[in-house]
Structures are given as structure tokens and as C-alpha cells.
């Protein structure tokens, strides 16, 4: 017999405090902290093997957890030397491959897990997660006989069978085809935003974590970089590494001497920092401007080295040089600019590159 979900009404906000977790030495997860509102869909973003999955796992309770604790709302589900058994957490879980039963109807693998319900309660909670997904009329179809994006919304509905507080997806939209990602991406968060649930996604996409996450978690060896909005991880990233996993920047060494930070693109002030200090100065390569060096005495002067058209903006590389023409020394002499839609540049051809000082980032030295 399948014992009951810890409480159907269980709900409130997800609490992961101070997680650690080791695969036998290797320390996979060092002092994890994260929330998740009711009706949030937060998005853990990292590299391959910074312990995405494993936080995942001690959430659902396949993975028993090691140090910390995590909680819904009042409802402690573990902490060392505790863990409510899986099937009674109240947890929805998704995976990147689906994991449908071959051998089940579509109605089938949506009813699998709701055994604690009586049989006539369990049909109708059936049919309204069918037609929550649109696929009422596949409900005796088998996995096989369907697309990727409809085995996707029935592995959704399944998560959802047991009216869980928690849904957690894991790299939910890898195995679809870049064509299909989008739209059934954009389908399924619209389904997980009308049903209100607090929503964990795993995934090491970027884009598709700005685009999903109302608040995106980045993740780096074991441990929390910066929980930020999308907004703020594009405009404020904590470091370097944030900086770069939201696009592409150009990267300048520069020293601070009294109060100031001499940038290939001028001064800027450094209030904060003492004379002396070393420190990286990064640009985004969409916010640099060109301009004919004749029209614009100020900036930095630049040679085009080559431009590629990419469709809806033109990436541009270029040489820095210094006052006299000469490649410029003290920062990396090639820099990147990427410019909306269709820009015309010659090789060779000498312009002037700036960017509004307050789209500059400075961070410590590395
Ligand atoms: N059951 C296990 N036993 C031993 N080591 C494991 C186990 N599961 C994961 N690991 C290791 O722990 C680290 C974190 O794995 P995890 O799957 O959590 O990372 P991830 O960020 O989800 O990576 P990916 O994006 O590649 O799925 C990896 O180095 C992995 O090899």
C-alpha cells in the first residue's frame, strides 16, 4: 500500500538552509541556502556537476540529506538524522528525459502515484490534469504515440497528480529540439504559473533561465554565487563568472589611483577603493557604441578587424589602439562589439568605440 502525501494541504514558502552534501569525499554541495515563494518558479543555473541535481534530489528525498535542513511552509521534510520518505513529501518531480511508462496509458502514468486516492476521486483528478494540458483526447494514447511536447506536458501533469507544494524540474527541456524547446517551454511555465505551485528548474541554459525564472539562483562548485532577478544577474552581476554566463564582455585590467579607475573608455570613479588596487574592468559587447572617429574626438580608438552578420545583430571585432594608432598596451588589444540588425564595416576601417560609464562593471582582480 502507497502511504499518503505528508498532508494535501501542505503549502507555504520552500526553505533550503545551509545544505552540504558529500559523495563520499568529494563535498558536492558546501552551505546552500534558498527560497521559493508559493506560485515563484526560481531557476538553479550552474556548470555541468556543481550540484544541481544533487540539491533536486534532497529535496524529493531520493538523496538523504547529509547537513541542513529543508522545509515547506511548517512541514519539516529533512535534516540530518531525518527525512519524511519520498512518496510522502509533498513534491512534484520532472526530469529530462520524461521517465514515462512505456507500458502505460497516458491516463495511466498520470494516475500512477495517486494510489491513496479512491478510485473515482483518483479519475476525475485524471481528467482535470488532461485538460489542464491539453490532452484530454490523448488519455488511452501510449507515450510512444505521441511528440516530444505533448510526453512532455503528460510528464508535467504527472508531477502535478499528487497536487504537490514543490514541483521540481530538472533540465526539463534538454531533450526537445531547439525548434520545440521554445514553445513547449513557454506552454509549460504558463501551465506551472496558472496552478500557482512553487517551482524548482535545474537547467545550465542561461537564456532559458532568464526567461522562466522570476528569480534565477547561480550556482558554482557546491555553493551559491548570487540569487538574483534575470534584470539584476544582466546589469549587477557579484563577479566576473556571473558576468560572463549572462553574455559575452570585454574584459580590461585597470589600477585604482585616487579614487579613480583609468578604463580604455575613460575615468570613473572608484570611490570605495584604495589606491593601488587591481581590479577588472568589464564591458558587455552589446554596450559598446561605434562611431566614425572624425564625428567622435572621445572614446577609444579602434580597427576593425572583421564583422559577422548574424541575423538580428552584427558581431564586430576589433583592435583597441593607443592615442598615436599603435595597438594599444596595458589591456587586451581585441575587443568584441555587437550591434543591432545589419551594420557595414570595412576591415581596416579606424572608428571610435564608447560606452556610457555606468555600463561599466569592476571587479576584484582575478
Ligand atoms: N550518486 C553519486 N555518487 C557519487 N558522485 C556523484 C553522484 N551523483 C553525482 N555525483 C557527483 O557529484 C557532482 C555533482 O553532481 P550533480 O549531478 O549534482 O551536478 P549537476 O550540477 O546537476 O551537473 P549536470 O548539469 O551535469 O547534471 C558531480 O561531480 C557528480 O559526478
Known amino acids: ?138 488519455a488511452g494514447s501510449y507515450p510512444h504515440m505521441l511528440s516530444g511536447g505533448q510526453q512532455q506536458r503528460v510528464a508535467l501533469a504527472r508531477a502535478m497528480a499528487r497536487d504537490p507544494a514543490v514541483l521540481l524540474l530538472d533540465e526539463p527541456f534538454s531533450a526537445l529540439d531547439e525548434q520545440l524547446r521554445r514553445s513547449v517551454r513557454e506552454e509549460v511555465v504558463r501551465l506551472i504559473r496558472a496552478t500557482g505551485v512553487a517551482t524548482l528548474v535545474v537547467t545550465h541554459d542561461p537564456e532559458e533561465a532568464m526567461e522562466i525564472g522570476s528569480r534565477v539562483v547561480v550556482m558554482a562548485d557546491g555553493r551559491v554565487v548570487q540569487a538574483d532577478t534575470p534584470r539584476q544577474l544582466y546589469r549587477n552581476p557579484a563577479n566576473s563568472f556571473v558576468a560572463r554566463l549572462f553574455g559575452e564582455v570585454n574584459r580590461f585590467e585597470a589600477t585604482v589611483d585616487g579614487g579613480e579607475l583609468a578604463t580604455p573608455f575613460g575615468r570613473i570613479p572608484a570611490p570605495a577603493l584604495s589606491s593601488g588596487t587591481r581590479v577588472e574592468v568589464a564591458c558587455r559587447i552589446e554596450d559598446l557604441e561605434l562611431a566614425p572617429a572624425k564625428r567622435a574626438p572621445d572614446g577609444l580608438r579602434v580597427r576593425v578587424r572583421h564583422a559577422n552578420f548574424l541575423g538580428a545583430s552584427t558581431r564586430v571585432c576589433l583592435d583597441a589602439l593607443g592615442p598615436a594608432g599603435e595597438p594599444a598596451g596595458g589591456f587586451r588589444s581585441e575587443i568584441h562589439a555587437r550591434l543591432p540588425g545589419l551594420v557595414e564595416v570595412t576591415p581596416g576601417e579606424e572608428l571610435v568605440a564608447r560606452v556610457e560609464p555606468r555600463r561599466l562593471m569592476v571587479f576584484p582582480a582575478a
Open 1 to 138: 500500500m502507497t502511504t499518503p502525501p505528508a498532508s494535501p494541504t501542505t503549502t507555504g514558502r520552500v526553505s533550503i538552509t545551509d545544505v552540504s552534501h558529500h559523495y563520499g569525499r568529494h563535498q558536492v554541495l558546501a552551505g546552500v541556502s534558498l527560497t521559493v515563494e508559493p506560485q515563484e518558479v526560481v531557476c538553479i543555473l550552474g556548470p555541468s556537476g556543481c550540484g544541481k541535481s544533487t540539491l533536486l534530489r534532497l529535496v524529493s528525498g531520493l538523496e538523504t540529506l547529509q547537513a541542513g535542513s529543508i522545509a515547506v511552509g511548517d512541514t519539516l521534510l529533512a535534516e540530518a538524522g531525518y527525512g519524511l520518505p519520498p512518496e510522502r513529501r509533498p513534491v512534484g518531480m520532472m526530469f529530462q528525459d520524461f521517465a514515462l511508462f512505456p507500458h502505460l496509458t497516458v491516463a495511466g502514468n498520470i494516475e500512477f502515484g495517486q494510489q491513496h486516492r479512491p478510485r473515482a476521486e483518483r479519475r476525475r483528478r485524471t481528467e482535470e490534469l488532461l485538460a489542464m494540458v491539453n490532452l484530454s483526447d490523448y
